[in-house]
């Protein structure tokens, strides 16, 4: 995926977001601040005029969570400017989820089509969005962790379904170099064990009743600006910056279904 935002001094659009040192802001805002100073209001008048934009802001379903302490952490192999310009890819995900869920509030149902029609459109790309959300937002969560092994319960559980912890890294970068989008290792709760699946965009074989507790992202801008197109140096990167007390820590919510979890009861 591109970015789509384009840099307007120290403000950057981003579909219907502008990211700017003050944080992410809707375009509503920043229409109201604009007119609020306009109308050369005081800083009384535009507390009591900026109410209803924060009453707005409140009722979108998705916030952008805080990683940037991805960044000051220095990652080896995994530059600041390549973490701050993920994030802002993620953040982009989080107002077209907003857009689209706001969207589907007013939408014309009496048109409904499986050939076209705006609801379809929509619901195709609430996935999309949504799930551009949540992998990424799994995704940042697992890293950051240089130095930390798996161990315990998770330790055994990926033996019990591999071999061994290092037969598992191999599988999991050669699922990387496999696939386009993403790579999800995770509890599957049909059977009660470790699996892996692959995925070229967010939405498609996205997998059901299955807990992510490793997310592999292997879209290029995950790794263009420290490596160009060399995924295999930035698999390696990857691997020696998982955080793995937050894969043992998602295992550890699922750790009550032993043997999986009957979802169709
Ligand atoms: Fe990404």
Known sequence: ????????????????????RDGL????????????????????????????????????????????????????????????????????????????????????ITSANATYSPLRELLMEQSFAVNGVIYHELYFGNLGGAGTEPTGALKSSLEERFGSVGKFMDFLKASGKSMRGWVVVGYNLRGGFIDTFGLDTHNIWSPAGFVPLLVLDVYEH????????????????????????????????????PSGLDLTV
């Open 25 to 108: 802001k809707t375009r509503r805002e920043v229409l109201m601040m604009g007119a609020v100073a306009a109308a050369g209001l005081g800083v009384a008048g535009m507390a009591a005029q900026a109410a209803p934009a924060v009453a707005q802001a409140s009722k979108e379903l998705y916030t952008a969570r805080d990683f940037s302490g991805l960044v000051a952490k220095k990652m080896e192999g995994l530059s600041a400017s390549q973490i701050e310009q993920h994030l802002k890819l993620y953040k982009g995900y989080v107002g077209k989820s907003n857009e689209i869920a706001a969207k589907l509030k007013e939408v014309d």
């Open 1 to 20: 995926m591109s970015e789509t935002g384009k840099n307007k001094g120290s403000r950057e659009a981003i579909g219907n977001y502008e990211v700017s």
């Open 222 to 257: 995950a790794y263009m600006v420290d490596y160009g197109i060399d995924r295999a140096k930035y698999l390696d990167a990857f691997a020696g910056n998982i955080d793995w007390k937050v894969v043992a820590k998602r295992l550890s919510a699922v750790s009550k279904y």
